[in-house]
């Protein structure tokens, strides 16, 4: 699958930058006992490290808002999906249980404190995909069955039209327990270097095959 970032997104942030992982021979199912209890344990120690911390002063949460606001969304009314995770937290709204993919994406995306997206690679139109940024009219029905615009918004694109954003992602592409294989995309802070990134990719890709077997290759686009 080649995967490429749009000219009009790198002219806004030269160093924007895009994990991909892509896994084969994955199981998803319900989430075992130890990733549940994780899951929770770390949110209720994220929720008493942040009682007197602004969300807003963590780094990455920092050069995504910027990100989006360069794209032309106003990060105030559409948070990034990190910083939105964080805000649950912060307000005891812990994210509950899904599927093993969905959970273990949502852990990763608070530890590492940025956006990451799980697709269905089924569900992915064609074998190439473009982050850009959505169009005029471009909108999707997003995985909480709300019709989302995408106008201005960073966006991820297959042969069909948008499928994912760092914002909030499709039920098109959506990863469920009939899932056998799936793209992963880690929106990385553009501060971020290569091999930094690199070593990122191979933890977490690492965490992600030892819940659901298979296999996995990455690479920093």
């Not at 077997?213 to 686009?221: H, L, Q, R």
Request: hydrophobic content about 35%; aromatic content about 8%; proline content about 4%.
């Amino acid at each position: 699958m080649e995967i490429t970032i749009d000219s009009t997104l790198k002219s806004i942030e030269p160093n924007v930058k895009v994990g991909v992982v892509t896994y084969k021979g994955i199981t998803v199912g319900d989430s075992p006992q130890m990733l549940k209890g994780r899951l929770q344990l770390f949110q209720e120690s994220l929720y008493f490290d942040f009682t007197d911390k602004k969300i807003t002063d963590i780094p990455a949460i920092q050069e995504w808002r910027k990100l989006f606001k360069s794209a032309g969304t106003d990060p105030n009314r559409y948070r990034p999906s990190n910083e939105a995770l964080f805000r649950r937290v912060q307000k005891q709204q812990f994210v509950g249980t899904v599927n093993s993919a969905v959970d273990m994406n949502n852990f990763l995306s608070l530890q590492y404190q940025i956006p990451l997206g799980i697709y269905d690679r089924n569900k992915v139109a064609g074998d190439r995909i473009t982050i850009s940024i959505g169009s005029e009219h471009a909108s999707y029905t997003a995985i909480n069955e709300r019709e989302i615009s995408l106008s201005n918004k960073i966006v991820s694109l297959d042969s069909e039209g948008p499928f994912g954003s760092p914002y909030v992602d499709s039920k098109r592409t959506s990863v469920t327990t009939a899932t056998k294989a799936a793209v992963h995309l880690i929106y990385l802070q553009p501060s971020m270097g290569k091999d930094e990134a690199l070593k990122l990719l191979n933890a977490l890709s690492t965490m992600f095959t030892q819940i659901h077997g298979g296999e996995a290759t990455f690479d920093v686009i």
